[in-house]
């Protein structure tokens, strides 16, 4: 998980507060990739504080499961061809009834890269969000990253948003680094 520590100075942390339709969000975006629902091996979730600097957030979450082949099975639906495009049909339904009055979703962009990109062996793949939205003819964007991590029977992520410009790469880098380092050693 995410330490106070792993950030610079200035950010500051709220609780985590638990998203009462993960558990549904979970199972819809299995069924749109056609593959198992593995929430039932999971044997314990952790989450990280929420980590604040202005508009920007950062978070990360861990999950344990009673096998590989659940860990297994959650990497190829990360690489699965059909990953991008069930992402954002699930974020377009879930963040549309979010947004104030005579806002609109104009676009969502997903892009996965599987593995590590460079950084830590055990960092299966990455992701990027951007979606564009629109009030009273002006436009924002809205940039989601995240960095899924495997350790033994164990899957992380590490999560950014951030309105105008994504979550800086270095920080970002660096968090993942972290994370996965104490995935590894888990």
């Known amino acids: 998980m995410l330490q106070p520590s792993d950030l610079p100075a200035g950010w500051t942390s709220t609780p985590y507060q638990a998203d009462p339709n993960e558990a549904a969000e979970l199972a819809a ?8 629902n593995t929430a039932s091996d999971k044997v314990a979730e952790a989450n990280s504080d929420d980590f604040h600097l202005g508009d920007a957030s950062v978070s990360s979450s861990a999950s344990s499961y009673r096998s590989q082949s659940a860990v297994d099975s959650n990497v190829a639906a990360l690489h699965s061809s059909k990953f991008s495009s069930c992402l954002a049909q699930q974020l377009k339904q879930l963040i549309a009834p979010q947004l104030p009055a005579g806002a609109a979703i104009e676009s969502v962009s997903v892009k996965v890269t599987p593995g590590s990109a460079g950084g830590p062996a ?33 899957q992380a992520d590490v999560d950014s948003q951030n309105t105008g410009a ?21």
Do not use: E, F, H
Request: charged content about 5%.
């Open 29 to 36: 975006l299995m069924r749109c990739l056609g593959l198992p």
């Open 122 to 154: 055990n960092v299966v793949g990455t992701g990027a969000v951007t979606m564009k939205i629109s009030l009273g003819g002006q436009q924002a964007a809205l940039y989601l990253t995240v960095a899924y991590i495997i350790g033994p029977l164990i």
């Open 166 to 186: 994504p979550v800086p790469a270095s920080l970002m880098d660096s968090l993942v680094a972290a994370v996965a380092n104490r995935a590894a050693q888990a």
